[in-house]
């Protein structure tokens, strides 16, 4: 599999790509395409969601998920693949990070995943100057925090 980053990339092809806080860091409902989803179900996350989530509020970053968790589908596939859920970062969340926030979530992501596992990750970033960027990676976890860290340094030089 190969590693893909997209810097840019149209918001059409992303689930919920309507809902959006500047000042928070949204779980948005939704499964990569290689993931069999439950059909009519449009609250769908992967089983990662949960302890994700536990994983950012512990780093005390402002995260919630846009579903309530009583409407919520989780779904697990059984492989040595890690998907994390799709997010939509607001820009108050970016700006304010000190140091490299992705890179940071991708840590704390994979801090206890085996590192020749494969790692899914779809996340749209809006900057200052309310651009949405697209990071998506694919491929081996060990590489996915580099991955994160070059995207999310190109978003500062674009944006400075």
């Given amino acids: 599999m190969t590693n893909n980053l997209d810097a840019e990339t149209d918001m059409s092809d992303h689930h ?5 806080r500047d000042d928070l860091i949204l779980v948005v409902p ?13 609250f769908v996350y992967p089983s990662s969601t949960v302890e994700f989530v536990k994983l ?10 846009a579903t309530p968790r009583d409407k919520q589908t989780l779904v697990a596939h059984f492989a040595a ?4 859920p799709f997010l939509n970062i607001g820009v108050v969340v970016l700006s304010g990070a000190a140091g490299n926030l992705l890179a940071t979530m991708v840590e704390g992501a994979f801090r206890k995943t085996d590192k020749n596992s494969l790692a899914h990750i ?6 200052k100057k309310g651009v949405v960027h ?16 070059r995207f999310e340094d190109s978003l500062r030089d674009d944006d400075a």
């Fill in 16 to 20: 919920e790509a309507t809902l959006w």
């Fill in 30 to 42: 939704g499964l990569p395409e290689n993931l069999t989803q439950p059909e009519d179900d449009p």
């Fill in 56 to 65: 950012m509020r512990a780093l005390d970053l402002p995260i919630e998920v």
């Fill in 81 to 84: 693949e890690v998907w994390l």
């Fill in 122 to 127: 779809d996340w749209r970033v809006k900057t």
């Fill in 134 to 149: 697209h990071f998506k990676y694919d491929g081996p976890a060990k590489d996915a925090q580099r991955a994160a860290q």
